[in-house]
């Protein structure tokens, strides 16, 4: 069982939260140690909702009645193909919603980024009794309408284009298991509509430099084949930026950092092993320039075979 | 293993990659503006019609040495002795300040009023601490840079810069004292970075845009004395290595501005700006004295309730204009009453047009919000004109004419309507339907009649008379700052209308004077 465990992508979507904006992370599969089995597709559909009252601006944290709670909703298509066994493409596409419960700004909604992941397995093997497995992960994200990063914290994204590289090491010891990985993300410079703006000085341009960011996720539990209950810390870091002055508007080039802690769990059904559940919550517990926010997210993806192979054959080549 | 490190080798080289080859570094779209190039030295500017000054030689300048003298000659030693030893960065600076003085200072401006243009947060009993020009550096600084702030010392200091470079102008042509470049030929030969004009440089025009800017900029900005003399010592070192000016040219300008500034000062301490803020009890009479007209009167749709922005703003004395025309002449008559059906009408028409924003929509409202944090509305008819300016070879003298006319139209639009605000006390779109969201940050004064628009009236009028060529595109501009408004869910289509006409009428003023000053 714990074999065809693997042919399931297993999608958490932590909700990293870590920006005001709530833009979750989605298929959390790009930071988990779980590969799909060449030719079969899982795919999904993810709903998540985060909130926040109080925010960082810069180091000091506050709440703003006239934004009230600012709220954020969800909902993702995503998918996992596996090209090889060590292989996996992965994508997502999210549909936000953002919202305050109080003033008078008004709600902003949309479809935010396409993200596409290559996820490569090239070691793995035994360490002691348990296995230990390496992953080497690139993606890219790409906004898909021209929504604004220019009206945050209700903006649905930063809109702007980003690479990632990601090393990560899995360790499995019987049912328990430890995956570690950090993060390089390269952000692309974004467009604003206004041809001018003040970070640390005036701007004459609507260029924005967007700095990168660095992040590390830890995450550790109990593994089987039809059950993953996790913990997962996830910290990352803007790597420059600015903090928002005070009683300003935060800023798509602010120096955003969060360390959310939270727990995960997949269920796949034993009668129909195509079929499983995902859920996950999230807590910012640290941060600047960010909203605190609480989140909570649930999926239901099914897998099938591409080829219409034997499934029983991928099975025992999968472990 | 071998394939990991393989892998991670091209991961590594990757980014390395990535960051070599894409600097994210952004330029400014004027970083590389080409040096002033008049088309005319406009030598006898000293003649122009003043702002403020009775005559041009108010402040006396003695007569400079002769360039023959030994004193003299050391000056132009001082020079070469910088021009031998030039770093990048001082070669740097010479380019920039080349572009024109009056755009730098103008810039630098901007910049200090984006700043300071932050509401002050709320104390713990959920009432507003108001700036202290006394005691400037203390939460909140001093100064809240809002717009009718940032109008009036874009306004002060423009105007104060135009009086000082037509004083300037005048020794000028009456001491005819050519630059050290056209003096010293080894200084010639060494200024390349700049060009080289007839122009006198006795007193220094450069200098005397220091001393009269950063007098000023020092009252409305007295937290950024610092900043202010480091941008003077670097406009001295790049005026001075260029060739264009001895220390004697320096000081003397430098004076002159300076004490020209001193007029300007005098000016602002008496011009009502003082009352401006108003006490509790006048705010609260402003709503009572709407709802004894029996109408809905504006407040405040922050939390907690923040008092209005400058309530008695209106009663600044304006530039162009006195303060009887204001009210007699320039203040439009009221809005539709709160409880008309026209004014449900034009409350139905802006929930309609904000309900739901297109893209196109949001990126009106957002090119024109220039909202907190910003440089103001006022700020950005600043830029368009300066950006128009660099292309038109006007001389420093001119270009701070110009400016000066578009910053009294400015100013003197935001006098009309603040007074037209407080007047009327009429409220915003949100207040008569709490249903109806903005997509920028809400204004904290009342909506009849727009800012934005009064503002953007005036300023293409008196642009539109600069450069005639580009009155049509004004115009536009002008009208998409205005609609933006009603897109954004923040003024009524009368706001608007009104406002655009009014400021046009303010900007008409302006041009009168610009026909009558001289320098056409």
């Not at chain 2, 005098?266 to 009479?285: E, F, I, L, M, Y």
């Not at chain 2, 600044?316 to 008559?333: A, C, E, I, M």
Request: positive net charge; hydrophobic residues 40%.
């Amino acid at each position: 069982m714990k074999s065809f465990f693997k042919k399931i992508a297993a999608f958490f979507c932590i909700g990293v939260a870590a920006i005001l904006i709530s833009n979750s992370a989605l298929a959390q599969t790009d930071q988990d140690a779980i590969m799909m089995s060449k030719n079969n597709f899982c795919v999904g559909l993810m709903y998540g909702y985060g909130s926040w009252k109080n925010y960082w601006e810069g180091t000091y944290k506050r709440d703003n009645e006239n934004l009230g709670r600012v709220s954020s909703q969800m909902v993702g298509l995503m998918g996992n193909y596996g090209i090889k066994r060590n292989l996996n493409i992965l994508f997502s596409v999210p549909y936000i919603s953002n919202k305050p419960s109080a003033g008078t700004l008004h709600p902003m909604h949309g479809i935010q980024d396409l993200s596409l992941w290559a996820k490569w397995m090239p070691v793995k093997t035994s360490v002691g009794n348990g296995a230990l497995s390496v992953f080497a992960i690139g993606g890219i994200s790409t906004p898909l309408t021209d929504y604004t990063p220019d009206l945050l914290p209700l903006s649905i994204g930063l809109h702007s284009t980003n690479l990632t590289a990601r090393v990560m090491a899995d360790y499995e010891l019987g049912k328990f298991f430890v995956t570690a990985s950090g993060t390089y993300t390269y952000r692309n410079n974004i467009t604003i509509d206004r041809n001018a703006y003040y970070t640390t000085e005036l701007h004459l341009t609507n260029d924005v430099e967007m700095p990168d960011v660095a992040s590390v996720n830890f995450r550790t539990g109990y593994r089987t084949g039809h059950l993953i209950a996790e913990a997962v810390v996830n910290s990352s870091k803007t790597l420059g930026g600015f903090d928002i002055r005070k009683n300003d508007m935060p800023f798509a080039s602010n120096e955003m950092n969060a360390t959310t802690a939270g727990a995960a769990f997949k269920y796949t059904f034993k009668k129909i092993h195509q079929l499983a559940l995902v859920g996950s919550a999230n807590y910012v517990i640290a941060g600047r320039n960010v909203g605190q926010s609480f989140s909570v997210s649930g999926g239901v993806f099914y897998a099938f075979n591409v080829k219409g192979t034997n499934k029983k054959e991928e099975k025992s080549t999968s472990n | 293993m071998k394939k990991t490190f393989i892998l991670l080798s091209v991961l590594v080289s990757g980014i390395l990659l990535m960051q070599s080859s894409c600097s994210k570094a952004v330029s400014s779209r004027t970083d590389g503006a080409p040096a002033l190039n008049p088309a005319s030295t406009d030598l006898t500017a000293g003649t122009w019609k003043l702002v403020l000054l009775s005559r041009p030689d108010s402040f006396a300048v003695a007569a400079p040495a002769a360039t023959n003298t030994p004193g003299y000659i050391g000056e132009l030693n001082e020079i070469k002795g910088l021009q031998s030893n030039l770093t990048d960065a001082q070669i740097g600076n010479i380019k920039y300040w080349s572009a024109g003085a009056v755009l730098r200072w103008n810039e630098i401006m901007r910049e200090l009023v984006a700043k300071h243009n932050l509401p002050p947060y709320q104390n713990e009993d959920d009432t507003y601490p108001i700036p202290s020009a006394a005691n400037p550096f203390s939460y909140p600084q001093f100064p809240f840079a809002n717009p009718p702030y940032a109008a009036r010392a874009y306004a002060y200091i423009s105007a104060a810069q135009y009086d000082a470079l037509v004083a300037c102008w005048h020794y000028k042509k009456q001491y005819n004292r050519m630059a050290p470049f056209k003096i010293d030929s080894v200084i010639n030969a060494n200024s390349t970075y700049i060009n080289k004009s007839d122009l006198p440089s006795y007193p220094s025009e450069q200098a005397v845009l220091a001393g009269v800017t950063a007098e000023l900029m020092k009252a409305f900005f007295p937290t950024e004395i610092a900043l202010v003399n480091a941008k003077v010592d670097a406009l001295q070192n790049a005026t001075m290595a260029s060739g264009a000016c001895t220390r004697s040219d320096w000081t003397a300008g430098e004076t002159l501005g300076r004490q020209i500034a001193s007029v300007f000062s005098a000016r602002g301490r008496t011009d009502n700006t003082s009352k401006a803020v108003g006490t509790p009890a006048q705010w609260d009479s402003l709503a009572t004295a709407t709802t004894a007209k029996g109408e809905t009167p504006w407040i405040s749709l922050e939390t907690p309730k923040r008092p209005p922005m400058l309530p008695f703003f209106g009663n600044v004395k304006p530039f162009l204009f006195d303060s009887l025309t204001v009210v007699n002449v320039l203040r439009p008559g009221p809005p539709p009453s709160t409880s008309s059906d026209q004014m449900k009408k034009e409350t139905a028409e802006i929930y309609d047009m904000v309900k739901s924003p297109s893209s196109k929509e949001i990126e009106l409202v957002h090119f024109w919000a220039d909202g907190a944090g910003t440089y103001t509305p006022p700020g950005h008819w600043n830029a368009i004109a300066a950006e128009d300016f660099i292309s038109q070879n006007f001389s420093e003298v001119r270009w701070a004419r110009n400016m000066a006319l578009l910053n009294m139209s400015l100013m003197d639009a935001g006098i009309v309507c603040w007074n037209t605000k407080y007047f009327y006390f009429n409220p915003r779109p949100s207040q008569l339907n709490t249903a109806l969201k903005s997509t920028t940050g809400i204004p904290n004064f009342p909506a009849y009649i727009s800012g934005h628009s009064t503002f953007s009236g005036a300023a293409a009028a008196i642009l539109g008379h600069i450069i005639p060529s580009r009155a049509g595109d004004y115009d536009a501009m002008a009208k998409d700052a205005s609609m933006s408004r009603m897109y954004g869910g923040l003024h009524f289509r009368t706001d608007c209308e009104v406002g655009l006409t009014v400021g046009k009428n303010v900007g008409n003023y302006a041009i009168q004077r610009a026909v009558t000053d001289g320098a056409e």
